[in-house]
């Protein structure tokens, strides 16, 4: 078994990548990019706008069966009993699995364990929507004739599904396997508390003690869910000999084949997972749901299995994020210096263990420099999907909260609330609160050129307000293998294992082109299977472009090594006297003046006389991915009557160290902000007494459409990472962090009401207002 | 029992058997291999199996196979002809309006239609033309950029 399997989580091991370990080749301030920083169009782009790129759901094998999950309507039942001897009975259906054909071959890693659990539930179902049966039939109709003719006997338990609920003394115990971990001496009765975590550093109490104005608030977040439009779907097919295929939407197809493989029992290099075309994932396709049960049943079967997810089950059953509840306490004095800050944040896992409260309590304070700093975070059980990454995952919720306190201090102190930040921003040197020093970071930058934006001043109108707020994310790097192989026509093939979410392909294309010094359309990127290329990590924490391109480089120059060999042996001149310049080997010194360079186009032609293919390949565990920053300004206009509220005007200001494409780097920032934009005001997870998810779906789950959202201005700064070749930092998921707290603090700044509760639906504005009204 | 039916995709006359029970979509996808509408909601929510029916934009989940019988369907794989790609799917590349792409094509039939109907619209026309499609991705600043850019274009 691969030990990477036992990465359950993405961000696991993100905290030992946030500080510049690695100073690969520092190009700083590096200014003559040709291809770098231009905007050419996407190698995918024509297949997307015709409809000939297959997503998940696009593809099918010959004599593949239509695999359903059977989902439990209970949010805590015992499975006291799985009949499934009459819908085995009824013609067409070809196989049937529950836990049972699930054997467990995780050994003790209880990550896995879980997701095992996850993707069917074992003795206990413990959410609404979780898998409990699966059936393969010839088509549709019959495999949904056979759920309803599988009988589950359940024994209803107690449930709880809120945050808060689930930590009060009697509440009803969600995963008896989990003692709180963390706490010493450990606990030796379970509870709904799976972790406590701390961090920080300095006298809290002692900083309080100095402090000339404090500010605390308790705030709550609901549940959202990463929204991707494209449903999960997966194509399986495991042979009898052992082997097995897998065509599947996810946005690592590397860590998907470990997982599935060790959930089945199988070597790894046993079963070849190709990614298909991924309509959005945002860290919601990262866990493995439906592949495994997919896999089970077409072994089986013995025939192939497509299963994709219906909108209602991606709702119940996958994503999404922690719903939270966090305190929030910091003082100043007068002068504006921060000399305390402490936070409790409380977040929900669903009924498995997860470490979203330990990233709320690591990014909670990140922006800022602080000498008194304390987070305790503790991870909430509760009868509700297993949480699953959602775009920098858990840093909104904190920024939310401590952004929404740091705009209340500012203003009780009598500062402007950006010159307070400035104030206080942390700076290369800084020891962040979760740790690490930090090197050369952008948070003062976008701050300053907050300042200074004409969003900034800006007139406004009646029952309109403006907001502002700071993100951080810590972006990180892992494992990426890259092969570059060159045709006998020269152009270049460029392999990734890095799934492209969002243009990477294009992006990655444009290093190794510039690296190699030929024109971006020599050079097609394609994404390989696990059967083509080493090993990669997901698509997340940022990394897709910034991993795979510091690959792509290191493979070009290993290619050029190979193109430098070629071109001696070409001219039967020795390798040193040969440079690589402008995409053409040249030979050095004035003994040479009459040997014309030769490109690489030329090298490649005379390959097979010069020693055969010409390739440059590269394994590395990408080091140093540069900490991010950003700073949002939003207008807010709301209206008194219906709580209402409409986002007149958005602007985001991120650092990119080095924007390899800008276009896809304003859509990251666009993408993100809308996301957030959604998430404060609109969109949540509503449970009902009896535990069941009341709107899952897009009518009733409601994230922002095109009407709602105006322009989204972005501002990219470049403050280069030294830790990459070209200075690129990950640009994706910075731009989530901010929104919830810079609407929140616009909504303040109209009505002189602070809002402590997300989403800012109508509902509870008005609540607000009202209160407000009152006092 | 299978229905007979007769009709018309991309200008191609196509008769195809569906239960009748069977949406336009899965019609569209499982049976005529026309994959490049999206199932993302079933239910009309999400507009990525927008086709057009006659002209009009239809959410193809929400229209039964059966009852395409006589009507002229297009789809987003019936929106180029050849090599030469419509206006829309030019600026939408090059705008980058579409980071993961799923929900492209039913944004491309549905600002199709609406640039037919009207084809010099605001700002606020253009979101409100396309609001029943929903991207999650791009924010729908670029996307409705390249409509704007479209537009031109197709007003010549």
Redesign the interface.
Known sequence: MASESTMAHPFEDAPNHVTPTVIHDPVLARTDFKSVGT?P??P???D????????G??FSMPGQLVGLVLRSPHAHARIRKIDTSKAEKLPGVKAIVTAADLPDHTGGDQSMYDILENCMARGVAKYDGHAVAAVAAVDA?TARKALKLIKVDYEVLPHVTDVDEAVKPGAPLVNPRLLTEGVEPRPTKPSNIAKRTEFGHGDVDAGFKQADVIVTRSFRTEQTH??????HACVASVSPDGTGELWVCTQGHFVYRNHCAMLLGMDVSRLRVTSS??????GGKTHVWAEPVALALSRKANRPVKI?M??DEVFRASGPTSATSIDVRIGARKDGTIVAADATLRFSCGPYYGMWAELGSMTAFACYDLKNVRTVGYEVLVNRPKTAAYRAPSAPMAAFAVESVMDELAHKIGMNEVDFRIKNAARQGTKASYGPVYGPIGIGATLEAAKKHPHMSAPLGKNQGRGMACGFWFNFGGQTCTDINVGPDGSVTLTVGTVD???SRASIALCVAEELGVSYEQVKCIVADTGSLGHNDMTDGSRGTFSSSMAGIFAARNAITVLRERAARMWEIPVDDVKWEDGHAKAVGEKYGNLAPLSLKEIAAAAVNTGGPIAGHSEIVADGAGVSFATHIADVEVDPETGRSKILRYTVIQDAGKAVHP??V??QY??G???GIGWALNEEYIYGKDGRLQNA???DYR?????D?P??DTQILEIPNPNHPYGVRGVGETSIVPPLAAIANAMSNAFGVRMTHVPMSPPRVLKALEAAKKA | MAVLVSTTINGDNVEFACDPHESLLDVLRNRLGLTGAKEGCGTGDCGSCSVQVDGRVVCACLMLGVEAEGHEIETVEGMSHGVELHPLQTKFIEHAALQCGVCTPGFLMAAKALLEKNPDPTEEEIRFGLAGNLCRCTGYDKIVRAVQDAAKVMRG
């Open positions: 905007r169009l996407r995918d782009g024509l997307k706008v015709t409809g000939r790129a297959r997503y759901a696009d109709p990463q929204g991707y439009i494209e449903p075309e991924i309509g959005g994932g945002f994709t219906t909108r979410v969002g243009g276009a896809y304003e859509g666009q993408g902000a809308a996301q779906g897009f009518l994230i922002p459409v095109c009407s959202l322009m989204i």
